[in-house]
């Protein structure tokens, strides 16, 4: 079994809706959870990232980690086109240390 | 902006053939990671080096990979030999000491083995 799970989808919602993207994990000693979205045939950028348990937001994306459920997701709100790529959660035990990434969830928004 | 650097983009090789990449991270980062990315398997860390020394290659196969930053404008990774199954996207990475915002991709070396 893997450290870190996500659905590898694909995901297609029309636009203007509501998206949410999930993980799973089963190591308790992870204390950073990041949200990173990749477009095709580029690599990974960081969307926003979150330290131990809580909520983060920043415009139409919000983050949210669950530690005792070991559960994390990412939200967003009157989605775009421009938001379809694919999106992986990635984790740490420590800042700037090595992330273990999720298997991405490919996601397209049709206009 | 800043950005990491990698070359080749694009690489096509016969099995049994040495392939080296390499990444130019972003000036004043001290942290360097390489990432392989395969449909099947995801992002998998391969090595990662602190202040050019090696902190953790644990997830590269050693009897043919090899990883190094020979100063800090450059790191390089190599496979000697290649076989079909090194087939993906290789991925370097760039950060700072501080925490997770500070880490920068390139845009990665697709390599192709036949």
């Known amino acids: 079994q893997k450290e870190v799970e996500q659905d590898p989808g694909p995901l297609s919602v029309p636009e203007g809706a509501i998206v949410s993207l999930n993980c799973t994990y089963s190591?308790?000693?992870?204390?950073?959870f990041m949200w990173y979205r990749q477009y095709s045939r580029k690599g990974p950028e960081l969307l926003m990232y979150?330290?131990?348990?809580g909520n983060k937001e920043d415009g139409r994306f919000t983050a949210q980690v669950d530690k005792s459920s070991k559960y994390i997701s990412l939200f967003i709100r009157d989605s775009q086109p421009s938001d379809s790529a694919t999106y992986l959660c990635?984790?740490?035990?420590?800042?700037?240390?090595?992330?273990?990434f999720g298997q991405g969830t490919r996601l397209t928004i049709n206009p | 902006d800043a950005r990491v650097t990698q070359t080749p983009r694009h690489k096509v090789t016969e099995m049994g053939q040495e392939v080296t990449m390499r990444c130019q991270p972003i000036?004043?980062?001290?942290?360097v990671f390489w990432y392989r990315q395969t449909m099947m398997q995801g992002l998998e860390l391969l090595a990662y080096?602190?202040?050019?020394?090696?902190?953790?290659d644990s997830g590269m196969p050693k009897d043919r990979f090899s990883a190094e930053m020979p100063d800090a404008t450059l790191a390089t990774l190599k496979i000697q030999p290649s076989e079909p199954r090194d087939s993906a996207v290789y991925f370097c990475?760039?950060?700072?000491?501080?925490?997770?915002?500070?880490?920068?991709f390139g845009s990665g070396t697709r390599l192709t083995v036949v």
């Open positions: 990475a760039s950060g700072i000491l501080t925490g997770p915002e500070g880490y920068t």
């Open positions: 190591n308790s000693a992870f204390q950073y």
């Open positions: 979150t330290y131990s348990s």
């Open positions: 990635a984790m740490s035990n420590q800042g700037a240390q090595k992330l273990v």
């Open positions: 000036l004043g980062h001290n942290t």
């Open positions: 080096f602190r202040n050019r020394a090696p902190l953790d």
